[in-house]
């Protein structure tokens, strides 16, 4: 992404500015000539924020903390919307009862960060005759974690492997 153009203190080309403070505080209409000596006894910047005909209005700002701040909020942006990854938990057909409860308790600690969660259990040569147990063991696994997630859409079988989507509650 392209950085927008900022003009600074001497590229500004004006007779007449409009002076705001960096809290927003309005300093009114004066030449650009004060603003630049109000600039400098205070140790600040002018940065050109909006130009209209005869007036341009102008920030007296610390640039640097400026872009400072900037670059927080964007950090802070991006992670307000980055989406939950969706996550896996994989079990097979002959998976101890022991084994479950450590898989439901990493699948308690997805939900508390909000994640969608997808089970899956992949049944290989002879398992494939047990379906009916499969599908229990997979029912079994989604009903000891239905405190934190809720069934997205039901445990489906596509050719050797049984799925359930889990949402977070």
């Known amino acids: ?28 209409e004066m030449s650009l000539k004060d603003a630049k000596t109000k600039a400098t006894e205070e140790g600040l910047d002018l940065m050109e924020m909006w130009r209209n005909g005869k007036v341009t209005i102008i920030k007296l700002l610390d640039y640097w903390k400026f872009l400072y701040r ?15 990854d969706l996550k896996t938990i994989r079990i097979t057909f002959k998976i101890w009862e022991h084994d479950l409860q450590i898989k439901a308790k990493q699948a308690h600690w997805f939900a508390e960060h909000g994640h969608p969660l997808k089970v899956s259990l992949m049944l290989r ?3 494939n005759q047990y379906e009916n147990i ?20 039901d445990i489906k079988k596509m050719w050797n492997t049984f799925t359930a989507m889990l949402k977070a509650k």
């Open 125 to 127: 040569w002879r398992e």
């Open 134 to 153: 499969a599908r229990e063991k997979m029912q079994s696994f989604v009903t000891m974690i239905e405190d934190t997630y809720k069934l997205d859409w």
């Open 1 to 28: 992404m392209k950085e927008k153009q900022r003009i600074l203190n001497d590229d500004i080309r004006a007779n007449l500015v409009q002076l705001v403070t960096d809290d927003g505080e309005n300093l009114w």
């Open 70 to 84: 900037q670059k927080k909020q964007e950090q802070k942006n991006k992670q307000k919307w980055k989406a939950p």
